[in-house]
């Protein structure tokens, strides 16, 4: 999109099948305040992207995923690589405050679980949705694991000037990895660090928590 930066605004509007014109329009003039949050990350360039880098697609009879598990926004962290729109990315008419969240605890057992309260207001003049996007990433582990995977989401909806809380649970199950020599689901003691966001970019707050 080498034209990004001369128009004054995009819109991604997907498959809208038969309706789609009354939904764009509804967009456009206001009716509706768009909300929604792209479930990729769009790079600057084609070989950005994992299976182009390691020249694995389109392939011929067969199609091997040599990036591992580090596909989409996970390729690009941890290679460094900004994208174009990152991975949970999307506007508003309307602008959201986090506020700081709130941890139960930063010391996770493993039978337990942590909540987390993150306020959330709406500082602009029209109603809108946000979705609130929690990842989590472990600081040493002896396999190879993204810096963050995205772990939680929530959407709300708030009138202008309103505030809410958006509440999430963390468990071991949201720290455990897929172990592929023993076939199993495990998970290892240590820190991790929380992500709180409004994009796998746009990180709000972070904060440590210990697994025991």
Known sequence: MPWVNDVESIIQAWYGGSEAGNAIADILFGKVNPSGKLPFSFAKRLNDYGAHALNTYPGDKDVYYKEDIFVGYRWLEKNEIEPLFPFGHGLSYTTFEYGKPEFSSTVLNQNDSIRISVPIKNTGNQQGKEVVQLYIG???????????????????????????????????????????????????????????????????YKTEITLK
């Open 138 to 204: 472990d600081k040493k582990s002896t396999f190879q694991r993204p810096l963050k995977e995205l772990k939680a989401f929530k959407k709300i909806e708030l009138q202008p000037g309103e505030e809410k809380n958006v509440d999430f649970k963390i468990s071991v199950a949201d720290l455990s990895f897929f172990d592929d020599i023993k076939h199993t689901w495990t998970y290892e003691t240590g820190k991790f660090t929380v992500y709180i966001g409004a994009s796998s970019a746009d990180i709000k």
